[in-house]
C-alpha cells in the first residue's frame, strides 16, 4: 500500500524502499528515480499519510549511504559485543 502512495505522488521507478525509524516513527522510505534524477518519498507505516516528498542531489544521496554504512558498522559492533558479554 505504501507503495502504490508513493507511486501516486512522483511518476518514476522505484531504486529502493526500506522501513526505518525516523523521528519517533515508522515511515517507509522510497528512493524513486524519475527523469529529473532521485525523489524520495517518506509514507508514514501505521496511517500512509505522505510525510514528506524531497528531490534528492548527489551530495543528499552520498550521505545518506553514508549514514546507512555507518548504521550498519554500529549494528555489527552492538551484536559483537553482546556476543562477548556472554562468554
Known amino acids: 500500500k505504501a507503495k502504490e502512495i508513493a507511486g501516486q505522488q512522483v511518476q518514476g521507478t522505484i531504486k529502493s524502499s526500506e522501513l526505518e ?8 522510505s522510497f528512493d524513486i528515480r524519475t527523469a529529473a534524477g532521485i525523489t524520495e518519498v517518506n509514507i508514514d507505516a501505521i496511517t500512509g499519510a505522505v510525510i514528506e516528498v524531497k528531490a534528492e542531489n548527489a551530495a543528499d544521496e552520498a550521505k545518506e549511504k553514508a549514514e546507512a554504512k555507518k548504521e550498519k558498522h554500529n549494528k555489527k559492533n552492538n551484536e559483537k559485543n553482546e556476543e562477548n558479554e556472554k562468554h
Open 21 to 28: 525509524k525516523e523521528h519517533g516513527k515508522m515511515i517507509y
